[in-house]
């Protein structure tokens, strides 16, 4: 049973819900990403992605939403902390070559996990603006999706031609 509907102005590609439950992000079809502030219904808008939004995550404590558009071969980080994203400069991370095909916070913590069409796994602390102790190729081929163990640890990376890889993480 639906609570309250939300109204997003166009095609919406991919849908993340803060885990505070205070904001809806949205990445759509015509390279924004509407955000929707679930306790007084204000919206906001951002634009300037290459192509549509296709992935959107958020951190563990709610202030950062990452996102990637088709073909984008860079992650854009929205800052929620203090007064929010709007009026600021998203955050961008640089480090794929190709495509960014996946891209997940690990769970309760601060890394960024991305994965790209360059073959590469790329761990990333987006409040300090710097990749992580992982930013290696580990695959031999491009990556498909990923997957974080529930408790952080551990992730899954899958490829294409059917092959998961599965590594365990020590930084935090």
């Given at each position: 049973r639906a609570i309250e509907a939300l109204v997003i102005e166009g095609t919406p590609l991919t849908l993340a819900l803060s885990p505070d439950n205070r904001i809806a992000a949205s990445g759509l079809a015509d390279g924004t990403v509407n955000f929707r502030h679930l306790n007084n219904r204000k919206r906001s808008r951002m634009s300037g992605y290459e192509g549509k939004v296709e992935h959107t995550t958020w951190s563990g404590n709610?202030?950062?939403?990452?996102?990637?558009s088709s073909g984008a071969s860079s992650i854009v980080v929205w800052d929620f902390g203090g007064k929010?994203?709007?009026?600021?400069?998203?955050?961008?991370?640089?480090?794929h070559e190709d495509r960014i095909e996946a891209l997940r916070f690990q769970p309760g913590g601060a890394l960024l996990l991305s994965a790209g069409r360059d073959w590469r796994v790329t761990l990333w602390r987006p409040g300090k603006a710097t990749r992580s102790a992982l930013d290696i190729q580990l695959l031999d081929g491009p990556a498909g999706t990923i997957c974080w163990s529930p408790d952080g640890r551990g992730l899954a990376v899958t490829q294409?031609?059917?092959?998961?890889?599965?590594?365990s993480i020590k930084a935090s």
């Open positions: 709610s202030r950062y939403l990452a996102t990637a929010g994203p709007e009026g600021s400069e998203p955050l961008q991370l640089n480090g294409p031609a059917g092959t998961v890889r599965f590594f």
